[in-house]
T-cell receptor, first 109, second 114 residues
Framework: GQNIDQPTEMTATEGAIVQINCTYQ??????LFWYQQHAGEAPTFLSY??LDGLEEKGRFSSFLSRSKGYSYLLLKELQMKDSASYLC??????????WGAGTKLIIKP | IAGITQAPTSQILAAGRRMTLRCTQD?????MYWYRQDLGLGLRLIHY???????GKGEVPDGYSVSRANTDDFPLTLASAVPSQTSVYFC?????????????FGPGTRLTVL
């Protein structure tokens, strides 16, 4: 079957660094997406990885290991506005996205 | 219009009633999608459309139907609503169905079926 696993909730301190992990099993693999979703709002795109390694985009970085079926999202210099849910999604052989339940990130001052 | 719009924003519906959720995009995207989001679960694909005139079933299509008469509009219809269809519904679009094509989401419709 297809499955995406990520922690339900994490807490971090403003200004710190946090890493949100995601493991995936998909029928075929066409990349791994990360989205951000603030409470009551729509998901918005953060990153896409299809090759192994780290992709850096400002304060956010995303890593992929295809051999391990593993990805993480790294958030640096945390700000209060980063409090949100972070959704991991794998693209299967038909390019359909299989979504994790999301990780709720709570930032404390 | 900028991006994707959905209507209504929220709705309370009696079980057994018919309901159409509307979705319109102005980005000339070929692919469109309908998801439902329930607490503790990931987004689940209901139906999708690769291009105007074609539709396909997602993971949870039962009880829902869609049409894609043109590029911009992708309505979702619940023929006879049931309480298990209480959820937040998101419409999304992408340039095409393909590897790196990010999906853009509408603001969602919160539907309660009593």
């Amino acid at each position: 079957g297809q499955n995406i696993d990520q922690p339900t909730e994490m807490t971090a301190t403003e200004g710190a660094i946090v890493q949100i992990n995601c493991t995936y099993q998909t029928s075929g693999f066409n990349g791994l997406f990360w989205y951000q979703q603030h409470a009551g709002e729509a998901p918005t795109f953060l990153s896409y990885n299809v090759l192994d390694g780290l992709e850096e985009k400002g304060r956010f970085s995303s890593f992929l290991s295809r051999s391990k079926g593993y990805s993480y999202l790294l958030l640096k210099e945390l700000q209060m506005k980063d409090s949100a849910s972070y959704l991991c999604a794998g693209a299967d052989s038909n390019y359909q996205l299989i979504w994790g339940a999301g990780t709720k990130l709570i930032i404390k001052p | 219009i900028a991006g994707i719009t959905q209507a209504p924003t929220s709705q309370i519906l009696a079980a057994g009633r018919r309901m159409t959720l509307r979705c319109t995009q102005d980005m000339r995207h070929n692919a469109m999608y309908w998801y439902r989001q329930d607490l503790g679960l990931g987004l689940r694909l209901i139906h999708y459309s690769n291009t105007a005139g074609t539709t396909g079933k997602g993971e949870v299509p039962d009880g829902y139907s869609v049409s894609r008469a043109n590029t911009d509009d992708f309505p979702l219809t619940l023929a006879s609503a049931v309480p298990s269809q209480t959820s937040v519904y998101f419409c999304a679009s992408s340039d095409s169905i393909g590897s790196s094509n990010e999906q853009f989401f509408g603001p969602g419709t919160r539907l309660t079926v009593l």
